[in-house]
């Protein structure tokens, strides 16, 4: 029988080259996104476009009905992606943006799973797949709540795995690096939205460095295409025995190294220098 995925954040990056490419493989893909417009270039695309957003957990229900309708009551793996950042030291993260990212980041993608779960205890097998991040392996400045939320996932995914060890189900965390999406241009709408720039005590950084790191980006290093997540995320689905976590980008694989042999003042020097 042709095996069924739900993927979410598939309007762009990440999620479309993993729905495109497990569609090629014969996968059964439900693509959801969180606008109208999305799920209607999804269905161009000829897969089946689903309305999901992370902060409106009214549409897990009925976007799983239409899923399971269409499968006969199965789905086989889920891969949780969307997601966003918000820039900005933490003394400017006001508390209802902390309370946003971690509903877009974390809670939403456990009240979703906790739907799928029922579904693949009853048929005896399934595979949930978070889509992490080397920020949730180490820390970096100007982006604390981007990195909550993804540590936290971290320890979540870890707990499901075992908690799930015995229901058939495996648990696999990937952890991109840079990776060419609309990430930054997705960060900048939220730091608008929340950052109050001008009003910090922070705010002669704000001119001298910390816009430009934002606007114009940080890093001259090279970017990976969205396709070397979805390489990984092809063996955490069929491989019969997938990994815990797969390192996606060589400074994703350099600092699940250093986190382990260095010691945490080190670490805090080595990342603040990039």
């Avoid at 097998?125 to 949730?136: A, C, D, K, Q, T």
């Avoid at 993804?150 to 648990?171: Q, T």
């Avoid at 934002?214 to 090279?222: A, T």
Wanted: hydrophobic residues 45%; contains cysteine.
């Amino acid at each position: 029988m042709q095996k069924s995925i739900l993927i979410t954040g598939c309007s762009s990056g990440i999620g479309l080259d993993a729905a495109r490419t497990l569609s090629r493989r014969g996968w059964r893909v439900f693509a959801s996104a969180r606008s109208a417009d999305a799920c209607a270039f999804l269905a161009q695309e000829g897969l089946v476009g689903l309305h999901i957003d992370y902060e409106a957990p009214e549409s897990f229900g009925p976007a799983l009905d239409t899923l399971l309708a269409q499968t006969g009551g199965t789905l086989d793996a889920v891969f949780h992606n969307g997601a966003y950042a918000i820039a900005g030291p933490l003394e400017d993260i006001p508390g209802d943006a902390m309370r946003a990212i971690m509903q877009a980041n974390l809670i939403g993608w456990h009240e979703l799973t906790n739907l799928v779960i029922p579904v693949m205890r009853a048929q005896g097998h399934g595979r949930i797949v978070m889509n992490s991040s080397v920020l949730g392996l180490v820390a970096m400045k100007w982006r604390g709540a981007y990195v909550a939320s993804k540590f936290a996932l971290e320890g979540l995914s870890d707990v499901l795995r075992m908690e799930m060890a015995g229901a058939g189900i495996k648990v696999v965390l990937i952890e991109p690096g840079p990776i060419e999406t609309d990430f930054r241009k997705n960060a900048i709408k939220q730091f608008e939205k929340w950052v109050d720039w001008e009003a910090s005590a922070r705010v002669a950084e704000y001119r001298a460095s910390l816009l430009d790191q934002l606007y114009k980006g940080s890093s001259n290093g090279p970017q990976w295409p969205s396709s070397a997540v979805t390489d990984k995320l092809i063996h955490a689905l069929e491989h019969p025995r997938p990994k815990a976590r797969y390192f996606v980008t060589t400074p994703t694989r350099a600092m699940g190294v250093l986190r382990r042999v260095l010691p945490t003042r080190m670490l805090d020097w080595v990342v603040s220098k990039g």
